[in-house]
């Protein structure tokens, strides 16, 4: 692409009026089946989660001493726990917990991502050095097991667990937004902006960020897929959310004794089928928010 | 290349020393102070504030962090990693037994996970849109998907509760470990644990490999008559596993952290179950030891990737 051409394709691309695009986007994304049909199980998720109280006839913590670990009937649609707590309302309760830390977590580490991409991909020299090193410092500490470590230490609170799985998880994101940054930096709208003379904020803000964004829409999708799976182990292992917040994970504590994965599998398979269910329902939308936002795409 | 080697190990060194600052200012993050921890509340309790005071004094808690980092780092470097608060024992020794069992498990669930996935990949993608290939592509999907400890519960259920065929607890059955009773404990355990690797890497080798079967060079193979053996065996196959080796060393953290799961729940006694036990037991001189020595671990792993990848490619030449 020659600098003429360069120069023409900015009106060009302003021309195009904003709903437009964002209707052939999800166009795209709607023409991807498995991708609707994830964001359908989301959805129903999502809102039983929101509407739970209003909805359900038992409440997730009621204690129903009587009722202890009774099997699926016809009041308690998937049994009932060792404290006779409905499984069925603890399960759409726990995905308010599991949802939102795979979601708070996503968006921390993301933003970090994307600032320390940007950074070292734009400064380039000696600040890509140092941000480059930090980056591979930090990815040299196994995810899970520091996660399981800072969490223990900083104490397992909800908030601790979205904060610490943030900031285990960003360097993905931050090697690819870098690598975008050093192809983008050199088009010539880049240069054309720098040439009349865009600060390096604007340069990076309304220049560069917008072309990386789908990229880290893609990636911050599966970010989330990945926190929820996090979330859970830990919450299983007894070292995340502490009973009684009910989680996906915490819910599966107690199958790991024999008895109970023998004779009660309404414990267990529920919950596990729950997190096998969003977790693929969210990499489906990943993968139709990347062939619908996929700048790459929409060039050729 | 020995030139690349050496410059790789070079960059390794400051990057341990920063690994060994990092675990450090970890440690240090735990609420209340290494005394509060090492006691029994009771003792603790009957103490007078100068007794602590001078247990404080004793252990250099009351100096500047940077001042304790240097003496901790001092300590380290003559391989001493501190005493366990549990056991009383010499963390570097609490360690060095759980090593083994570790790599025993991972090392096993990677070469069934890779050659496994693999397998499935190739098949995948010479048999495209096959109902084989189909059913390959959901169950990866769902491999992906599905969380390793609830493999491991389904696991359990199957081979230890409805076909009680395999065992779930431990290494061995007795404390000998003939290696025929080993490998019958290690096969749950590593087979739970190879199944995410396995699924990345199925759908990996069927995107690489599709891609390769569609380029210029395997046409040209292909027009000059050569047999499909040789075509896919030797032009196709080779190319497309080559990013392998970058994917599987990426993958070892992963890896790693699903070893800390699959160990707490078939009791394996390597590094996973000692950290959570350790937490369990805020047996934080451990911890320490075995952050630093993971993270030093996964640092190797990479390094040997790299220089793995240099000699695996002719194309890449580092100066």
């Known amino acids: 692409m020659s600098t003429a051409s360069g120069a023409r394709d900015i009106p060009a691309l ?32 999502g809102i039983l989660a929101a509407a739970a109280p209003s909805v359900l ?3 997730p913590n009621a204690i129903d001493l009587d009722h202890v670990k009774e099997p699926p009937s016809l009041s308690h649609i998937l049994g009932t726990d060792v404290a006779g707590r409905d499984v069925f309302a603890r399960i759409v309760i726990a995905g308010r917990v599991s949802m939102s830390v795979g979601l708070v977590a996503a968006l921390i580490a993301s933003v970090i991502g994307t600032i320390i991409g940007l950074v070292s991909g734009y400064a380039g020299s000696w600040v890509d050095d140092v941000l480059q090193r930090f980056t591979e410092l930090v990815m040299t500490f196994p995810t899970f097991f520091a996660v399981i470590i800072l969490v223990a230490l900083l104490g397992p609170s909800v908030f601790n667990i979205m ?27 880049v240069t054309a902006g720098r040439a009349v003379g865009a600060s390096t904020g604007r340069l990076l803000l309304v220049h560069i960020l917008p072309g990386v964004m789908p990229f880290v829409a893609v990636a911050a999708t599966l970010t989330v897929a990945g926190a929820i799976i996090t979330e859970a182990s830990l919450s299983f292992l007894g070292l995340g959310v ?38 693929l329902g969210v990499n489906f939308v990943g993968d139709g928010l990347r062939d619908a936002l996929d700048p790459r795409v929409r060039i050729g | ?38 006691l029994d509340p009771e003792e603790l309790y009957a103490m007078t504030e100068k007794q602590v005071e001078s247990l404080r004094r004793h252990y250099g808690l009351d100096k500047p962090l940077p001042v304790r980092y240097a003496l901790w780092l001092a300590q380290v470097v003559r391989g001493n990693f501190g005493y366990s608060y549990y056991t009383y024992d010499a963390v570097l020794r609490e360690i060095a037994v759980r090593v083994m069992p570790t790599v025993e498990l991972t090392l096993t669930a990677l070469a069934l996970g890779t050659v496994i996935g693999v397998a499935f990949g190739v098949v995948s993608a010479l048999r495209q849109y096959s109902i084989l290939d189909y059913v390959l592509s959901v169950a990866s999907l769902f491999g992906l998907a599905i969380p390793t400890f609830f493999f491991a519960l389904v696991a ?55 891609e390769v079967l569609n380029s210029d060079y395997v046409t040209t193979a292909r027009a000059k008559g050569l047999s499909e053996h040789v075509v896919i065996g030797r032009h196709a196959f080779r190319n497309a596993l080559l990013p392998l080796i970058t994917i599987t060393t990426l993958r070892l953290p992963y890896l790693f952290g699903g070893a800390i799961i699959v160990e707490t729940m078939f009791s394996w006694p390597g590094m996973g179950l000692l950290a ?28 040997l990737a790299d220089i793995m990848y240099a000699y695996a490619d002719p194309r890449i030449r580092y100066g």
């Not at chain 1, 799985?165 to 975008?180: D, S």
């Not at chain 1, 994970?249 to 109970?260: F, I, P």
């Not at chain 2, 959570?276 to 190797?300: C, E, K, N, Q």
Request: charged content about 15%; proline content about 6%; glycine content about 8%.
């Open chain 1, 242 to 279: 502490q009973i009684p917040t009910a989680t996906w994970g915490n819910m599966m504590m107690g199958a790991q004794s024999l008895t109970v994965l023998r004779s009660q599998p309404w414990l267990w398979i529920p919950p596990g089928l729950a997190i096998g269910s969003t977790v």
């Open chain 1, 57 to 59: 006839p038992h409440g």
């Open chain 2, 1 to 38: 290349m020995g030139k690349y080697i050496s410059r790789r190990l070079a960059i390794a060194i400051p990057m341990i020393v920063a690994i060994s600052m990092v675990t450090f200012l970890f440690i240090n993050l735990a609420p209340g102070d290494p005394i509060d921890a090492m």
């Open chain 2, 156 to 210: 359990l259920y199957l081979f230890a509760v409805v076909f009680p065929i395999l065992p779930v607890f431990g290494m061995s059955t007795t404390g000998f470990f003939p290696l025929h009773d080993n490998l019958y404990h290690l096969i749950m355990p590593a087979g739970v644990l190879s199944l995410d690797l396995m699924a990345s890497v199925t759908r990996y080798t069927r995107t690489a490999m599709l």
């Open chain 1, 14 to 45: 302003k021309a195009v009026p904003r709903s437009t695009r964002r209707t052939t986007a999800w166009e795209r994304f709607r023409r991807h089946r498995l991708a609707v049909a994830g964001l359908g199980v989301l959805l129903a998720f």
């Open chain 2, 276 to 303: 959570v036990d350790s937490i369990h037991a805020r047996d934080y001189p451990v911890l320490m030891g075995l952050t630093f020595f993971v993270a030093v671990l996964v640092l190797f792993s990479n390094l």
């Open chain 1, 163 to 189: 904060l610490v799985i943030g900031f285990m998880g960003w360097t993905g994101k931050a090697r690819l937004v870098r690598g975008q940054v050093l192809s983008l930096r050199e088009m010539d709208y």
